[in-house]
C-alpha cells in the first residue's frame, strides 16, 4: 500500500471511531500523517515526495498496533510514539507531563514581537518556563534566543526530570536548569520573560473532556475551582520575580473571563494567533506589581 493511500485510510478509520484530535492537531487526516510519519521517523518536511512510498509489511503492522491502540484506548498519538514536535523542534513525550500544545510556539517563532525588539539588545537574557512540564516551551525559547538562560519550574517531579531529558536532547544543560518548585518557591533569580501554562480546567470541565485527556496528569489540567487558582496565585506573585520592563505571558485557555473577573481593574492584552489558539495574555512588571 502507498503511504498516501494508508493515511487516507487512517484518516477515514478515526473520523469512523469518533477519535478526539486536541493533542498538536485539530483534525483526522493531521493526526494520521503525525502518527505514520512520526512512528516511521519520515520527515514531515518532505511529506508531498514520500506520498507513493511504498509501505512494507513490518511497516504496516507496526503501525496497525500504533492504531489499535490510538482507538482502542484513546491513547494520545504522541504518548504511543513517545515524542512530539513543538515550536518546530522534537521532545520527548510521555504521561509524566502534558502532550505540549499551546500557542505560545509562535510568539516563539516570531520572537515574541513586538513585546522584544529583534537584535540581542532587545532579547530576553533571562528566562522561566513556570509550570513547564517536559520544558517544552522554554526549551524552545533556549533555541530562538542562542544567549538566553532559561529556567524551567514544575511542581511535578516527574514533569521535571522529564524536562530535564528534553534539555539533554537538545544539549542545553549549560544554559537550561529544571527545577521543582511549588510556582516560585525556592526561585531567586529575577528574569526579563516570564511564560506560564498553568492548569486551568475546572472540575466541571475535567468531567466533560474526552476520554483522550484521561491519559494526562490530572496535575496539569486541574485549575481549582472556576480553573483560575493557580493562575491567580502566579499574577499575585510574578512582580517579583521579573525584571524592570519584563514581561509575563499567562495562558488561561478557556478560563480568560474567569481571570478578568477576578481581576476587574486589569487591563489585560489578550494576543493574537494566525495559527489558531486563544487565551493568552501578556502582562508588564509594573502591571503585575500594582496586582500583587
Same mark, same amino acid.
Given at each position: ?12 478509520? #478515526? ?156 544539549? #542545553? ?120
Amino acid at each position: 500500500m502507498r503511504l498516501q493511500s494508508y493515511i487516507e485510510h487512517l484518516a477515514d478509520r #478515526l473520523a469512523g471511531a469518533g477519535v478526539h484530535c486536541g493533542h498538536g492537531v485539530d483534525n483526522v487526516h493531521d493526526e494520521a500523517v503525525f502518527l505514520v510519519f512520526g512512528a516511521l521517523d519520515l520527515d514531515f518536511r518532505r511529506s508531498i515526495a514520500q506520498q507513493d512510498r511504498k509501505l512494507e509489511q513490518d511497516e504496516i503492522e507496526r503501525l496497525e498496533k500504533l492504531v489499535l491502540a490510538r482507538i482502542g484506548r484513546r491513547a494520545p498519538t504522541a504518548y504511543l510514539l513517545g515524542k512530539t514536535w513543538f515550536a518546530g523542534h522534537e521532545f520527548i513525550c510521555d504521561s509524566r507531563a502534558l502532550v505540549p500544545r499551546s500557542p505560545i510556539a509562535e510568539l516563539i517563532g516570531n520572537g515574541f514581537e513586538p513585546l522584544f525588539e529583534p537584535g540581542s539588545a532587545g532579547e530576553p537574557g533571562a528566562v522561566l518556563d513556570l509550570c513547564c512540564g517536559g520544558g517544552c516551551i522554554g526549551i524552545a525559547c533556549a533555541l530562538r534566543f542562542p544567549a538566553c538562560r532559561v529556567d524551567l519550574a514544575d511542581i511535578s517531579p516527574e514533569a521535571r526530570d522529564l524536562a530535564r531529558e528534553n534539555v539533554r536532547l537538545h544539549g #542545553l544543560e549549560e544554559r537550561v536548569s529544571a527545577l521543582q518548585t511549588d510556582l516560585f518557591e525556592g526561585l531567586n533569580s529575577r528574569y526579563d520573560l516570564i511564560l506560564a501554562n498553568p492548569p486551568y480546567v475546572s472540575p466541571e470541565e475535567i468531567a466533560q473532556l474526552p476520554d483522550e485527556y484521561r491519559h494526562e496528569p490530572a496535575l496539569g489540567l486541574d485549575g481549582g475551582t472556576d480553573g483560575v487558582d493557580i493562575a491567580e496565585r502566579l499574577l499575585k506573585q510574578a512582580a517579583k520575580r521579573l525584571n524592570p520592563g519584563g514581561w509575563l505571558i499567562l495562558e488561561t485557555g478557556y478560563s480568560a473571563t474567569q481571570l478578568e473577573n477576578r481581576f476587574p481593574n486589569t487591563n489585560f492584552l489578550w494576543l493574537e494567533f494566525d495559527h489558531g489558539g486563544a487565551g493568552v495574555c501578556a502582562l508588564t512588571a509594573e502591571q503585575l506589581r500594582e496586582m500583587a
